[in-house]
């Protein structure tokens, strides 16, 4: 082979592989949030999820993207593992789609796809249009790309060398593993399997040759989904394994069946032309796996509890998200199910203001441990937020007095405050951290003042939670004071931290970050003073 041919082929994958990239793309652009709306709502019913991963998959042409989007979720707690896993046999279907297509010689049109597609997103105002341009312009790439790679590659077949290298590719398993690689490099099981179809157009490779690496290249799509768990906790984590589990016993399934029965003759008799019989072999075997997998998920699922345990702090947080008292609405009398919401919102308010207790402990003395603390908790806070605001919308639903619907948008409005709580507990954390990461410290006075409006911000959520709770109005003067005393705090802070800086006394890093906490402890006290006398008044 040539420097040129050599050119020419990476030339071929590359275009292939940004068509592939920039059609993925256009669709999620086209489709606008739809996407992630479609997979978060995936049901229990894991046939149901199944569709919904095929369905996403066969749109954003990427089974890793649709995996990570489930990595996501199973990450934030909106979906669980028994839901995660329909959703993963799904994408392994919708992701055969793509050899599929590409199994049609239509080279002849893609100048003409490039064209018309690189026109709507260049001159049309109107941005779906440009979103569908690009999907059509990534189209067209992605069969140049298989026609300049075809043609590059044709010379290979009379080389020597290369001969005698395909040679020794005739075990299964150096096979298996070299697709396992090859997809992990390109970290796409749907290109890879579009190059091995183009070797076997020319006769590069044979049948069975491809039907290995085809069957290695699942288990390597399963790269990109390893990397975007590193950065999950462990459930997100959970969610890969699950995915390479599946596909680990997926393998191994087809390689005994191909072995023992005449599945590969079948397959090979349903087209003559050898991209069809690779398209069709990469979608039969998807298929088949789904079928004889399916029935047995539950014991994948615990299988993957034995590679990720889970820890006693887990269970906790899953009982957390589930609603507590507002399960049996329809069933109990109007004002027993408001009171209901009222305890529910208090549940929600006590563990958003532990959340915000445990961000400024971590401020003031930092651990990787107590980040990931709090983030898990303010997933669980955000969880419950929409569980309450839906029940709420249900609860809206009854025949209720004037009285009751007063009482009953309060609570919203609290819940809303509550969540705000934690949402500012999250930014301290991340105050923290930039902290940490930049090696930068408050001075011992700077330090000393925001400790002590924490302290008081830090009181005066808990108290609002315990008369939101209680409807013990008594201790309303005691909140006021500390409201008014952390509003003093507030001015006093950001004067001494002017003062601070005019002298050349403050680090440029600490002072936005002692600004920015001022403000999130300020305004987790409004909150609070909303939540206290969320609820005053509502019965008259």
Not at 302 to 321: N, Q, V
Request: include cysteine; hydrophobic fraction near 50%; glycine fraction near 4%.
């Amino acid at each position: 082979m040539t420097i040129a041919q050599l050119l020419s082929l990476l030339g071929g994958v590359g275009l292939f592989l940004y068509g592939m990239s920039i059609m993925s793309t256009g669709l999620k652009n086209s489709c606008g949030d739809n996407l992630q709306v479609i997979l978060e709502k995936a049901t229990t019913n894991r046939a149901v999820a199944v569709l919904v991963g095929l369905l996403m998959t066969v749109l954003v042409q990427s089974s890793s993207a649709t995996d990570v989007m489930v990595i996501g979720f199973v990450n934030s707690g909106m979906m669980t593992l028994a839901q995660a896993i329909g959703v993963i046999l799904g994408a392994n279907i919708g992701t055969t789609i793509t050899a599929q297509i590409t199994a049609f010689n239509i080279a002849t049109f893609t100048p003409f796809l490039l064209f018309s597609g690189a026109v709507m997103y260049l001159f049309m105002k109107k941005d779906l249009v440009k979103h569908i341009g690009t999907v059509i312009m990534g189209f067209g790439m992605l069969f140049q790309g298989i026609t300049i790679m075809k043609a590059a590659i044709a010379p290979l077949k009379e080389l020597p060398a290369f001969k005698e290298f395909l040679s020794g590719m005739n075990n299964p398993f150096i096979l298996l593993i070299f697709g396992i690689l090859f997809t992990a490099l390109l970290q796409s099981s749907s290109s890879s399997t579009v190059i091995f179809q183009a070797f076997v157009v020319q006769g590069i490779l044979n049948y069975n040759q491809a039907v290995y690496l085809v069957i290695g290249a699942a288990i390597g799509s399963v790269t990109p989904n390893l990397l975007a768990s590193l950065t999950a906790n462990r459930n997100g984590k959970r969610s890969a394994i699950l995915n390479l589990l599946f596909n680990l016993i997926r393998a191994t399934i087809i390689v005994v069946i191909i072995n023992v029965t005449p599945l590969l003759s079948w397959i090979r008799s349903t087209s003559a032309d050898p991209a069809r019989q690779i398209a069709n072999t990469h979608t039969i075997f998807a298929i088949l796996a789904v079928l004889i997998i399916f029935p047995f998920t539950d014991y994948i699922i615990k299988l993957t509890y034995m590679f990720i345990p889970e820890l006693p702090e887990e269970t906790r947080a899953a009982e957390d998200r589930k609603l507590v008292f507002m399960t049996q609405m329809g069933n109990v009398p109007p004002n027993m199910a408001i009171h209901q919401a009222q305890l529910e919102a208090a549940r929600m308010g006590a563990i958003a203001a532990e959340n915000f207790e445990k961000a400024i402990d971590c401020f003031f003395d930092y651990s990787p441990e107590k980040v990931e603390d709090v983030e898990e908790r303010e997933e669980t806070v955000n969880i419950l937020n929409h569980a309450i605001q839906d029940a709420m919308v249900k609860l809206q639903t009854l025949n209720l007095t004037p009285a009751m619907l007063r009482r009953i948008s309060a609570i919203t409005i609290a819940v809303t405050d509550i969540e705000r709580i934690s949402d500012h507990a999250e930014n301290i954390i991340e105050y923290a951290t930039r902290m940490k990461n930049k090696k930068t410290k408050l001075s011992k006075k700077a330090a000393k003042e925001l400790k002590e409006m924490a302290d008081n911000s830090m009181e005066e959520v808990e108290l609002a939670i315990d008369i939101f709770t209680s409807e013990n109005y008594e201790n309303l003067p005691k909140i006021e004071k500390l409201e008014a005393k952390v509003d003093k705090q507030e001015k006093q802070l950001i004067n001494h931290h002017v003062e601070r800086l005019m002298e050349n006394k403050c680090e440029p890093m600490a002072g936005v970050v002692f600004s920015d906490m001022v403000t999130d402890l300020e305004r987790c006290a409004d909150h609070a003073i909303n939540i206290a006398y969320a609820l005053k008044d509502t019965n008259k």
